[in-house]
């Protein structure tokens, strides 16, 4: 409870109206609910502690952190992004909460192919249609290659979801298919190298006969 302390110290110290935000406020959120501290509502405060990270690696690392800790929902994430936009790098967390909110996966879909275009590769099929053990699902990209991209947004990590992943992701690599997979963050932040994986992969595939 010793942030809790420094922070208590610090609102006495400014006065009457002073609250916690940021990243205090975040961290204050998670260790003493219910305590009473003066401090920004969580999704507020998670947006302020993006808008001033150092980085847009740290500004996502404040909206997705407290989604999937639960200390705000994606909805009061998105919410809040309407009543307090900010100044800073507004376009990017703009589109982390778009991504934090509900794991957009059209959205991946359609960034992967915008990134293959940029670097000349081919245009992959989107949505395609598998039958496995646990009967039909759905790609988000393959090309007639053999390579399968699967872009996870956070619903992949939610209760039974990784263990339905893993089997539709064995499935398929029986089937003979190279299986990469790429967070919806890490299309964010480190998007050539992802792709730089997909180029290498492709490569790889190409000497077989298309299935």
Known sequence: MELVGACWRAVHEVGGGALVDGVSALRAAGEAAGA????????????????????????????????????????????????????????????????????????????VAALCRRRRLPEPERQVVVTGSGGRSYLDVRW?????????????????????????????SMSGDVVLRIPLLGMRLEPDAFVDQVEAALTLLRGRAPR
């Open 144 to 172: 007639r290659e053999g390579l399968v991209v699967e872009v996870d947004g956070r619903q992949h990590l939610e209760g039974l979801a990784p263990v339905q992943d893993m089997l539709r992701q064995n499935s398929v």
């Open 36 to 111: 009473g501290l003066p401090r920004t509502r969580p999704a507020i405060a998670a947006l302020r502690a993006a808008q001033w990270a150092v980085s847009d690696r740290q500004a996502a690392l404040y909206l997705a952190v407290p989604v999937q800790q639960r200390l705000v929902t994606g909805a009061q994430l998105e919410a809040a992004l309407e009543q307090y936009p900010g100044r800073r790098r507004r376009a990017f967390v703009a589109t982390i909460v778009a991504d934090v909110v509900d794991g957009a996966h059209s959205l991946g879909e359609l960034d």
